[in-house]
T-cell receptor, first 117, second 117 residues
Framework: GAVVSQHPSWVICKSGTSVKIECRSL??????MFWYRQFPKQSLMLMAT?????????EQGVEKDKFLINHASLTLSTLTVTSAHPEDSSFYIC?????????????FGPGTRLTVL | AQKITQTQPGMFVQEKEAVTLDCTYD???????LFWYKQPSSGEMIFLIY??????QNATEGRYSLNFQKARKSANLVISASQLGDSAMYFC??????????????FGSGTRLQVQP
């Protein structure tokens, strides 16, 4: 299957700092990238959908000014957690799709574990 | 209303036995896709199997099969001949068509499967 990478795989930061997470599709062009958040022992919750060259669409309850998403190219999307606080500590997973049909599989990155002290 | 419901928070199965993980879904779209993913403790999401709403036959992939009952809106995952390496969280997910066809996967709450020797 196609490969999606995420960097970093884990990060620890102080409260109030900003953290950037990169998501790359390594061997395909992703028409759409998705960002999910997963708290311990819970399911994946969609945060936002981003399409290359356009503004991300955020899910209800997700602060767009806090979670900045930039989809700069067909192979790269970044999520920046601005002024992070301990409650932002979570597992962030990106996912990428190459097409628009129902079937097109979503390929997931390995995730980034964020801990805010 | 929940789009995807997984009623079994945890399941135990003996090695080499078969196990069924339940999933029911709710949609009014006639066209949709159903997916199962495995998430080991490392956090990566591993695609297992896909079923399209118009598929006539139940999907199978190696030891995984999907018991698709459209009228009941259920898509149960059957794992045959369980192995110790099957111990993980299992998520059922659905994609419905959106205006742009770029809808994200919606996940159930997951089932933690533990395979016992």
């Amino acid at each position: 299957g196609a490969v999606v990478s995420q960097h970093p795989s884990w990060v620890i930061c102080k409260s109030g700092t900003s953290v950037k997470i990169e998501c790359r599709s390594l061997d395909f062009q992703a028409t759409t990238m998705f960002w999910y958040r997963q708290f311990p022992k819970q399911s994946l919750m969609l945060m936002a959908t981003s399409n290359e060259g356009s503004k991300a669409t955020y899910e209800q309850g997700v602060e767009k000014d806090k979670f900045l998403i930039n989809h700069a190219s067909l192979t790269l999307s970044t999520l920046t957690v601005t002024s992070a606080h301990p409650e932002d500590s979570s597992f962030y997973i990106c996912s990428a799709r190459a097409g628009t049909t129902i079937y097109n599989e979503q390929f997931f990155g390995p995730g980034t574990r964020l801990t805010v002290l | 209303a929940q789009k995807i419901t997984q009623t079994q928070p945890g399941m135990f199965v003996q090695e080499k036995e078969a196990v069924t993980l339940d999933c029911t879904y709710d949609t009014s779209d006639p066209s949709y896709g159903l997916f199962w993913y495995k998430q080991p403790s490392s956090g990566e999401m591993i695609f297992l199997i896909y079923q399209g709403s118009y598929d006539q036959q139940n999907a199978t992939e190696g030891r995984y099969s999907l018991n698709f009952q459209k009228a009941r809106k259920s898509a149960n995952l059957v794992i045959s001949a369980s192995q110790l390496g099957d111990s993980a969280m299992y998520f059922c997910a659905m994609r419905e068509p959106g205006g742009t066809g770029r809808r994200a996967l919606t996940f159930g709450s997951g089932t933690r499967l533990q395979v016992q020797p």
